[in-house]
């Protein structure tokens, strides 16, 4: 997510003095307090100094309010302390939403149960068929191409040659060590991999900076990568400073926008995943033919989506997929939406008669820490997969387990939708040539 | 969601019977044949009848099957019955994700208290703060511009002549009407509203064809859309029995893809909504000013994403916003990538001193009835709003208001964050004026 | 070419008056003049009333004050008369593009030596190739699916209700006979065919109204429709004279940028080209095999674009032959931009052996009168090719044939290079075969 | 321009022999022969060993073939022989496209006349108004930030692994300095610069490998590019026989399509130019003012372009200009395409009174020698401009002069337009003002 200043999560984040709660009075007069608007919704907890009665005594007085009973959003069963100054202010209650689980996935010879949390019919149940079918042609296979995070920082000059000696100096392999050696000492995890300029506007005066770096099992965007990125700026505000920090970020990392700079550079966890799916699975698990597969896959997925003028959407329904393992696992569904692309092939494997498939998805931004990760659902589901928590032996490898798993699911649920819509059109093609 | 073949979810939409359960033992015993393999996962709510005790049983065989207990994943306080062929096969527990309540969001003169389902530190306290600048600047107006889903169909002819034919009937005005009739005649709510075709590939051989449609209160990709394009299918097909329905949806709609036709042609709810900032509240509420603002958005929301090279992302954030208010109000999150898009305006007030801040969002694509609006957490939050299930007086109406609420929030979050990022910078200028 | 104001051109457009010369004295004394400023080396048609001596003047004066003589740049045999207020200011002579003839196309049923050009090696030659191979294989045979040229004007407007008053009432079927008849008597050759909105920035106060027209033979953009636009414009203001007209024309359009929408509305002419190439023919004239131009087109033309992040460049070298055409016949180059794009598909035919290709060009942006058509050179290139100026039978078909001349070349330029590209990997094969 | 196949080339370039014509007769005979077919026309030069002759020849031979006369289309004063295995096949005379002179164009300093060779009224007009507004505004100032042709190889391999090797080895820096080596071994021109790797389709199969590298003065796309890329793909078939060459250029490079990775990653020239326009100017020479301007960039070419869909065509008019300059200096007007984009950014300047004018352009693809810049005409112009061949004390800096001036104008005609605009604007706005 987008960099919240860290002044206002410090508001929350401080512990909570247990003094306050004394002179407050009972829950009803509490409550009166909040509908009458004496005391801000948003200072219960700190005022209260416990995290449950604070949403209790918000439901309660929201429900006043509005005069709409909160009957059905659950409230118990649900540890509200471990939201504060990390996942939600002022919650009320939570939604349910079910998880199934698909699976088992092979892929790079291991097996996998993918927990889906979604309230769509049927993908769960296609997915898993794609998972058969995978399985039964001997499993998937991945690569995991970049793994690096990016944000930007964009910088203002009063004067051009100013603002170009930043860049100099910034692109300069023989300061890279430097700049390395301070962006990386703000964070276990962060390893600085490239610094890349852009200038803009009034020429040579507004320099848009985008870092690229490891962040191990976070996803990073925000304490990882503010911290590091801040520490450097710091620094440089010594050679520089008349340098106007503008922005950070400055729109050209590209988080949670459909931009072209992640399909080309990669952003998160870039992954292949390809699969052979044997003619006979093809025909008895996804009651379709290769031949059928191949030519749709050109007819919509590269075709219909030229129609549309798509920018790296040559998918069938990778979202949907990318959604319900994001929503199991705690990440940050805001980033379902560059996590969602790019493309799908299906060709007819060298042999002439088998379906060769992949999914390619440069940007798939996911972690294992941090937060929705630690609410106790979404841990369990990472626990499901063996991805829990940071890995300490080598830290990132969880997150990218994660990202290659993701990208198996996507190929999965890609086949199996692929192949219903084939086998639709095969049905009708029976028919019209029964009714003829 | 893309429409997975009714086959499908007809398999787990039969009523139950209820005498197969006796013959299946205890639960210990059937736990053991799921894990053996004998039973399948996928089989179990159809052999016992019981879809809470098959989630139970499924649950227990996962975790002896892979030996990581799932201990954190909540499972009781739901009614699994209620997935049934409508949400999430195959269940084992849920996800909790907490709901903070932002608001009120003062908006068309009505307030609205905005549930937000996040697991993401500051979203929910930050859109709050967008909302009380907002509210102490006399409130938000929105423009409902279209309202209309779409759907593709991709045909196939043997010869350039017959797919012309069938072009030219289906863009006759005359045709329309009975189109139309037809269309309409298989759900209460649909309502034609445009046929476009676009010809491709072979030329003459392959035909788009993307229909336009109103679909009262619900999404309508799937039980709407499908049963009436079908229905005009059918139909036509006694005039052009040589027709081969090669994929539906066929990527021309564009769901769940970035792909620009939706950005002009809209697809689900259009909605512009902008709101006057006087100077005081940027000051006081945002601690900012209003020239920072409209310079941030320049450099940031249209020269940095330019930079990055998006199609449709000139915006700091709204994905974060409308990935709450769907997850809280069972949207599909899977339709979070096209909703999320557009532009974010900031210029000087003509009056010379306040603030205009407007989000266009052209495909928000929400609804009211079917999905995850029907669980009961998702529902309760709908409640809140005033817009559960679908509007007997005015079918539509329900989820239109859904959109211009999430198009209300959108415009309170990109406040808030840039309000955010320009009081870093002034911040930074501060410490570097007294440090020199 | 973008909306000069026609102030500027009035300018140059008023007739000479012949009384000037007298007191200017000789070409030497003028040159000087010229040199020294005295005499604005754009005002030389206008003082001397004789442009064939001005431009000999300007292109003398120009070699004095740079010190670089211009020889090499031919002057005369050009008749400078013919551009005054038409074509091109302050000439000094003209470049030689020399035009070479490809051909006969077969295109449906009719034969065209087509004139390009160019000064790049073997483009003429490669597409002259391809011309063969349609030839030898029957032909091609092309669709024009739209004619209309495209401008818009951005409105403002004080308050959000009078630019939805004004949207309604555009786009009120009701009163488009109206405006159609006011658009239409402004040109003989206009006529409306759709208005279409969109409300933008301060929401309901920035209003783009995209007007789509047919041009008759012209391209249109400048005389046909600003006038046409202006006179809808100027009675509009009647009843909405608190409306600013803030820009004609406003990017919607899109003329001369690589946008979306002229690929999914189409701009000028939309066309499309195909043609199935004998199997034989691939492999005799074309020196490569079926097989191998069906996978290269994926490969290059689908995939690699995308890698690429194009926008509606599933293309190989589109842009080669509709600039020569272009330049030949008069267009505007400018205009190459968005004529040059969208995608070229190869697929093996129902017969399993022949090639299917196909061009599909959704905005190809000619016409046979007007600009540069109205030259000599330019001209007899058009009668070459049986297009020369405006259709009297039927307005606007000389430049429709004109549009499907180029497509059906573009076809002939893909199918020549794709094959090249593959025999080269042919080629390449056999020599690391006999290697190893 | 995308490589043809050198074999093709080779045809023509070689050495015509003397002995051949004399049995072919009088020229009479000969166009009989080439009437009837039994002489192809494309062998003309080759039997005859005199371009003119040939040229002369084949036009009275199409002429009869077509019944349609030539007239108008000039012959003489060109040298047919200059043409030969160069620039333009089968050639029966050529275009005059006028050349008009703009300037002085003042930057970094310099003044420079500048020819523009267009069939376009106004334009060389209006862009001249602009070099008036920047020459008493002091002059405008560029910056060249990079400078490098790219072009792309698609391999294919028969297994991941193999793929993976070699994408390793490529992008291995120790390896760069043996392939850079290699590389620029070809060409005393190239100089390697980076070599980037994307695998696709396939995954590990297909292997799309972009190089970049500096060309001197010439554009280099063909010579240079392809017999370097040629180079180091046959030292690469040792190591890696079992490589397929799919395709030369793969389309990532990406030459002649609008795509993304050449604004992001620039390709040819990346140029940036700005002027500050003093408002006396803005009011005197533009007639309009600095506030208008800057209010219709953001409404024209930032939010106008937005509503389009555009993907990098944040601009007014910008190939018009590069479209002129292209043809004066023999430019290839097939690169209008990627050499027309990104973006014109006007703000107010830092003093609050004068305009601030920016356009970056990322992919300007120009050269000074092979092409068209070698014909008499094109080369006049080029040596207008002190460009003319390549530069002999440092290479590759004639190419980047004539971008920064191709920029410049750009910059001008942007300036212009956009004035002239806002003046119709304020003239409406008085207008319906005294009309009120």
Not at 14 to 25: D, Q, W
Not at 36 to 47: A, V
Not at 219 to 225: D, E, F, P, S
Not at 240 to 263: E, Q, R
Request: with cysteine; charged share 20%; hydrophobic share 40%.
């Amino acid at each position: 997510m987008e960099g919240f200043e860290k002044e206002e999560s410090t508001v929350l984040a401080k512990p909570l003095t247990k003094e306050c709660p004394v002179r407050l009075g009972g829950d009803e007069e509490i409550i009166e307090s909040v509908v009458t608007g004496m005391i801000p919704s948003d200072m219960l907890e700190l005022k209260l100094g416990d995290c449950n009665r604070a949403a209790k005594i918000r439901r309660e007085a929201l429900q006043r309010m509005t005069g709409r009973p909160l009957v059905g959003l659950p409230f118990g069963g649900f540890d509200y302390e471990s939201l504060l100054g990390r996942c939600c202010e002022m919650p009320v209650g939570y939604v349910q939403i079910p998880v199934g689980i698909a699976g088992p996935l092979l892929l790079d010879g291991m097996e996998y149960f993918v927990p889906m949390a979604t309230t769509e019919a049927c993908l769960v149940e296609s997915t898993n068929r794609g998972f058969k079918a995978i399985f039964a042609s001997g499993g998937a296979t991945s690569m995991l191409l970049t793994d690096g995070m990016t944000t930007t920082m964009s910088l203002r000059f009063g004067s051009a040659e100013r603002a170009s000696e930043l860049q100099l100096f910034l692109e300069d392999p023989i300061n890279f060590q430097t700049l390395a050696l301070l962006f990386n000492s703000s964070s276990r995890f962060a390893m600085l991999q490239s610094i890349r300029c852009a200038i803009f506007g009034k020429p040579g005066m507004n320099l848009y900076v985008r870092f690229t770096c490891s962040t191990g099992d976070a996803v990073g965007m925000n304490m990882v990568v503010s911290k590091c990125v801040q520490r450097v700026l710091d620094t440089l505000k010594n050679d520089f400073p008349d340098m106007d920090v503008v922005g950070i970020p400055g729109n050209f990392c590209s988080d949670m926008k459909p931009a072209a700079v992640n399909l080309i550079e990669g952003c998160g966890k870039s992954v292949l995943c390809q699969a052979i799916i044997k003619e006979e699975v093809v025909t008895k698990v996804l009651k379709t033919n290769v031949a059928a597969l191949v030519e749709l896959n050109v007819l919509k997925n590269l075709n219909g989506s030229t129609v549309a003028g798509t920018l790296g959407g040559f998918i069938a329904h990778t979202s949907n997929i990318v959604s319900a393992v994001f929503l199991a696992t705690g990440q940050d569904p805001a980033q379902i939406l560059e996590s969602s692309r790019w493309i799908t092939t299906m060709e007819v494997d060298i042999n002439g008669k088998d379906l060769h498939i992949s999914v390619n998805m440069p940007s798939i931004e996911v972690g294992t820490i941090g937060g929705g990760t630690q609410l106790a659902s979404q841990s369990a589901c990472l626990n499901l997969l063996g991805v829990k928590g940071g890995n300490k032996e080598l830290p990132g490898s969880n997150s990218r387990l994660l990202a290659t798993i993701i990208a198996g699911s996507v190929l999965a649920g890609e086949l199996s939708l692929m192949s219903a819509i084939t086998a639709g059109q095969l049905f009708n093609k029976d028919v019209s040539e029964t009714a003829s």
